[in-house]
Every structure is written in C-alpha cells, then in structure tokens.
C-alpha cells in the first residue's frame, strides 16, 4: 500500500476513534472516552509520519514524531506546525492506553475508579488538535504542485 494510502487509512481511523470519544464523554464514560482519545492521538500522529515512512507497532508516536522532526526531510512549514503541537502527543501513549484499558493494578484500581472527568477531557481535546493536525498536514501533503 503506499504511504498516501496509509495515511489516510491512519487518518480515518483517527477520526472513527474521536467521534467515539465524544460519544462516550457525552455519556460521562470516562475511561472509555479516555481510551479513544489515545487512540485517536495514536493513529493521528501515525497518519502524519506515514507521509514520509514506515512506521513500528507502537503507541508512543511522540517519539516517531521526534525522531521525524530531527531527520529534517519534513518541508519547514511543516516542521514548524508539527514543533508547535508536539504537546499533544506527550503522554498519550502506552502508559495512558494502559490507565484506560486496565487501570493501576499495583493500586487495584479499575479505569473506572481511576479516570476522572478531567483527564478524560484533557485527552479529548488532545485529539481533536491531533486529529486537526494531521488533517492539515495530509492536505499539505496531498496537494497538487504549484504551477509556476
């Protein structure tokens, strides 16, 4: 599949996850909502590395997306856009896909017990600029060439 198709294969994924987050945070289901808004953030950010390689099994993107912006074969437009938002990749990976999927099980405590409305909130709004993000940057992408 090429990498334009994996992007927006990642790219539909990650908004499929966001309009379950905002369902669940309608129904005031915290952990779940939580739960797809890590996985929205996840498939953003891999929609956006997808633009330029492969991509390992992970749920830590904000390191694929470092490891991006240091390569330097992203467009200065874009290094600076992704720069600016890379605060919403950070803890949004394994460890918060762990909270919300399993709870603390040192502290026997269930997602439902552990996630708080805050939280879950956060991380929502964290996936609507994720999901934003990589729109943006799939449309850069996938525009055609000036004529000059």
């Known amino acids: 599949m090429h990498s334009r198709e994996n992007s927006a294969y990642r790219l539909d994924v990650a908004r499929e996850a966001l309009g379950f987050a905002e369902a669940e945070a309608k129904e005031r289901r915290w952990p779940a909502c939580l739960n797809y808004s890590q996985q929205a953030v996840e498939s953003a950010g891999k929609s956006i590395v997808l633009h330029f390689r492969p991509i390992p099994r992970t749920h830590d993107v904000d390191e694929l997306l470092d490891d991006l912006l240091a390569s330097q074969v992203v467009s200065k437009a874009i290094e600076s856009f992704l720069s600016a938002n890379m605060d919403i990749f950070r803890e949004m990976g394994m ?16 997602p439902g017990a552990l996630i708080q409305e805050a939280e879950a909130m956060s991380s929502l709004r964290k996936a609507r600029r994720a999901v934003a993000l990589a729109e943006e940057i799939f449309s850069e992408m996938t525009k055609p060439p000036s004529k000059k």
């Not at 460890?95 to 269930?110: F, L, Q």
């Open 95 to 110: 460890d918060t896909h762990i909270r919300a999927a399993y709870g603390d099980e040192d502290a026997r405590m269930t």
